[in-house]
């Protein structure tokens, strides 16, 4: 057992499923709404500057995680253009490219309650895609951050966990480039095409984190994807390994090479039929685990045992209802889960605004004590 071990050294215990005195305590941010919420019932910015306390918050007692500043986005960006607006809504192109329409009731700080409406991409034909790839140089100076040096000599001698912040992914880059549907009808409209992004996104991943991991030792790095939905993927098994998989392994093959052994997958929806293929493409952890969907924790771990780390899987609409209920689905799924290592319990998803603060307090008090064995 690992006592009295720094969150670093913890961290890497549980991944490879040896026992620690106490689990990292990690979690997902909460909404801009369940944030103001939170304020009016008592919260201090002193005690909980931002809602976004994924990264660390000594007041909610979760642990810090620091990112790489490393941008894997589109640089230059788009410039943001509002195109149409009026009292309930507002047209804009965003800073991918996209054009979207945004309804206005109940934002906060740019924040709204409900999905945008898609209207258009950047990508509609091979062309479009040869402009887009002169904002994604790997070799862009304005990648790596202003103060990027001098946080490179300080990671050197951490005690905690470092990873990569931006989001990235196979599917997860069509899909922002081309929309959902286009990006799951590509790969029979245009085969040649689909393979062409899939191997230009591993060349880009590669090309950039190449000279940042040859001086950083990352604890991990996390792929995202969310294409799936409650009843499963928007793609096939078939099509992922005839177009995604060898990609994902040139990524997973280069982060092994350069030590970074724990390769994380973040996707929403119903993933299991995918799990085969991702344990073949190296990832070997799975996240947030939305339980509406369906992505049992405790079922996955009778299924995949020590070949897959699980994180999240704690149902957040349980928090919404009351101390009782928080405490049955802790009750439910910590213990075994975490005597059997290899897990890292969260929330599902985002906290929602109908999470009141005292509720979500009561669970992260309830969930350290067992972090710490404690059930």
């Given at each position: 057992?690992?006592?009295?071990?720094?969150?670093?050294?913890?961290?890497?215990?549980?991944?490879?499923?040896?026992?620690?005195?106490?689990?990292?305590?990690?979690?997902?941010?909460?909404?801009?709404?369940?944030?103001?919420?939170?304020?009016?019932?008592?919260?201090?910015?002193?005690?909980?500057?931002?809602?976004?306390?994924?990264?660390?918050?000594?007041?909610?007692?979760?642990?810090?995680?620091?990112?790489?500043?490393?941008?894997?986005?589109?640089?230059?960006?788009f410039e943001e253009t509002v195109i149409e607006?009026?009292?309930?809504?507002?047209?804009?192109?965003?800073?991918?490219?996209?054009?979207?329409?945004?309804?206005?009731?109940?934002?906060?700080?740019?924040?709204?309650?409900?999905?945008?409406?898609?209207?258009?991409?950047?990508?509609?034909?091979?062309?479009?895609?040869?402009?887009?790839?002169?904002?994604?140089?790997?070799?862009?100076?304005?990648?790596?951050?202003?103060?990027?040096?001098?946080?490179?000599?300080?990671?050197?001698?951490?005690?905690?966990?470092?990873?990569?912040?931006?989001?990235?992914?196979?599917?997860?880059?069509?899909?922002?480039?081309?929309?959902?549907?286009?990006?799951?009808?590509?790969?029979?409209?245009?085969?040649?095409?689909?393979?062409?992004?899939?191997?230009?996104?591993?060349?880009?991943?590669?090309?950039?984190?190449?000279?940042?991991?040859?001086?950083?030792?990352?604890?991990?790095?996390?792929?995202?994807?969310?294409?799936?939905?409650?009843?499963?993927?928007?793609?096939?098994?078939?099509?992922?390994?005839?177009?995604?998989?060898?990609?994902?392994?040139?990524?997973?093959?280069f982060l092994r090479c350069h030590g970074v052994?724990?390769?994380?997958?973040?996707?929403?929806?119903?993933?299991?039929?995918?799990?085969?293929?991702?344990?073949?493409?190296?990832?070997?952890?799975?996240?947030?685990?939305?339980?509406?969907?369906?992505?049992?924790?405790?079922?996955?771990?009778?299924?995949?045992?020590?070949?897959?780390?699980?994180?999240?899987?704690?149902?957040?609409?349980?928090?919404?209802?009351?101390?009782?209920?928080?405490?049955?689905?802790?009750?439910?799924?910590?213990?075994?889960?975490?005597?059997?290592?290899?897990?890292?319990?969260?929330?599902?998803?985002?906290?929602?605004?109908?999470?009141?603060?005292?509720?979500?307090?009561?669970?992260?008090?309830?969930?350290?004590?067992?972090?710490?064995?404690?059930?």
């Amino acid at each position: 057992m690992h006592v009295g071990a720094g969150i670093r050294e913890r961290f890497r215990a549980v991944t490879r499923f040896e026992s620690v005195d106490a689990v990292p305590n990690f979690e997902l941010n909460a909404w801009v709404q369940t944030y103001e919420r939170w304020q009016s019932e008592g919260l201090s910015t002193a005690d909980v500057p931002s809602r976004e306390f994924q990264w660390g918050c000594p007041f909610f007692g979760i642990d810090w995680r620091d990112r790489c500043d490393v941008k894997l986005s589109l640089l230059p960006p788009f410039e943001e253009t509002v195109i149409e607006e009026s009292p309930d809504y507002r047209v804009y192109r965003d800073s991918s490219g996209r054009v979207r329409k945004a309804l206005k009731r109940g934002e906060s700080q740019g924040y709204r309650l409900s999905m945008d409406e898609y209207i258009s991409f950047p990508v509609q034909t091979r062309v479009d895609f040869r402009e887009l790839q002169k904002r994604l140089d790997p070799h862009a100076p304005e990648r790596l951050s202003p103060d990027y040096r001098q946080k490179v000599d300080a990671w050197r001698n951490r005690t905690h966990i470092l990873t990569v912040g931006d989001n990235f992914g196979f599917y997860w880059n069509l899909r922002e480039w081309m929309g959902t549907m286009n990006a799951s009808s590509v790969f029979f409209d245009d085969p040649l095409l689909a393979h062409e992004m899939m191997e230009f996104s591993a060349d880009f991943l590669i090309e950039l984190l190449h000279p940042v991991l040859h001086e950083v030792e990352l604890d991990y790095f996390s792929f995202a994807e969310d294409m799936a939905y409650k009843a499963g993927p928007l793609i096939s098994p078939k099509i992922f390994r005839e177009f995604l998989l060898q990609p994902y392994q040139r990524a997973t093959d280069f982060l092994r090479c350069h030590g970074v052994s724990s390769i994380w997958m973040d996707t929403d929806g119903n993933w299991e039929i995918m799990l085969p293929l991702f344990l073949e493409a190296g990832i070997n952890c799975l996240w947030p685990l939305e339980q509406q969907a369906g992505m049992d924790p405790v079922h996955l771990r009778k299924e995949y045992g020590r070949d897959l780390v699980l994180s999240g899987g704690i149902d957040k609409r349980e928090l919404a209802k009351g101390k009782r209920e928080i405490e049955t689905e802790l009750r439910a799924k910590l213990p075994c889960l975490l005597e059997q290592g290899g897990y890292f319990p969260t929330l599902d998803h985002s906290v929602p605004p109908n999470v009141p603060l005292d509720n979500y307090r009561y669970y992260i008090e309830l969930k350290q004590k067992m972090l710490k064995g404690e059930y």
